[in-house]
Nanobody
Framework: QVQLVESGGGLVQAGGSLRLSCAAS??????MGWYRQAPGKQRELVAT???????NYADSVKGRFTISRDNVKNTVYLEMNSLKPEDTAVYYC???????????WGQGTQVTVSS
């Protein structure tokens, strides 16, 4: 059974920083990542990272966000800098396991950036 526990969301002023964490249990994971969903919009990819630390970012966050993972702790992080009001959304952790067709989601954590 895969369990994901997210933390680190909150309210921050534009230009500020936040760090999200997602602790995963139940397996060893291949791709881990973060997605976000703003009100009235579809969920979108923010960043992903493979077990070999290969990263992928949405164009809108490149240069401002950094994804990383600790394979010992089975935790994925999202360091968010230079935050903008348009970054306001619920952020969801996502993990995948080798050989498992299912994908797993965290409960979501709210990030609000005030102007």
């Amino acid at each position: 059974q895969v369990q994901l526990v997210e933390s680190g969301g909150g309210l921050v002023q534009a230009g500020g920083s936040l760090r999200l964490s997602c602790a995963a249990s139940g397996s060893i994971f291949s791709i881990m990542g973060w997605y976000r969903q703003a009100p009235g919009k579809q969920r979108e990819l923010v960043a992903t990272i493979t077990a070999g630390d290969r990263t992928n970012y949405a164009d809108s966050v490149k240069g401002r966000f950094t994804i990383s993972r600790d394979n010992v702790k089975n935790t994925v992080y999202l360091e968010m800098n230079s935050l903008k009001p348009e970054d306001t959304a619920v952020y969801y952790c996502n993990v995948n396991r080798w050989g498992d067709p299912m994908t797993y989601w965290g409960q979501g954590t709210q990030v609000t950036v005030s102007s």
